[in-house]
Nanobody, 116 residues
Framework: QEQLEESGGGSVQAGGSLSLSCTGS??????MGWLRQAPGKEREGVAV???????TYADSVKGRFTISKDDAKNTLYLQMNNLKPEDTATYYC????????????WGQGTQVTVSS
């Protein structure tokens, strides 16, 4: 079965940075995305990157997060700068079509905690 695996989560103070990675057999060169879910909240899209490198970001992370990929390595990245406590969530990578590329395979998630 195809799978994805995230890495790079952790704890950081507000204003800090973290970098997430995602790789696995479920990687898609067509559409890859990052989504997150905070306790008690609905899952929300964070960023997506298309086959041509085009990107879309949620308003809440624009200017602070950068999504990128390396198709040769089947790896997706998310650079998160100027982190805020409200960014605290479990972050998932996803591959496939649909909203925020979440129509196919998902990783297990990695925890990001931002303290004030």
């Amino acid at each position: 079965q195809e799978q994805l695996e995230e890495s790079g989560g952790g704890s950081v103070q507000a204003g800090g940075s973290l970098s997430l990675s995602c790789t696995g057999s479920g990687y898609s060169t067509v559409c890859m995305g990052w989504l997150r879910q905070a306790p008690g909240k609905e899952r929300e899209g964070v960023a997506v990157i298309g086959y041509d490198g085009s990107t879309t970001y949620a308003d809440s992370v624009k200017g602070r997060f950068t999504i990128s990929k390396d198709d040769a390595k089947n790896t997706l990245y998310l650079q998160m700068n100027n982190l805020k406590p409200e960014d605290t969530a479990t972050y998932y990578c996803a591959a496939g079509g649909g909203s925020w590329c979440g129509g196919g395979y998902w990783g297990q998630g990695t925890q990001v905690t931002v303290s004030s």
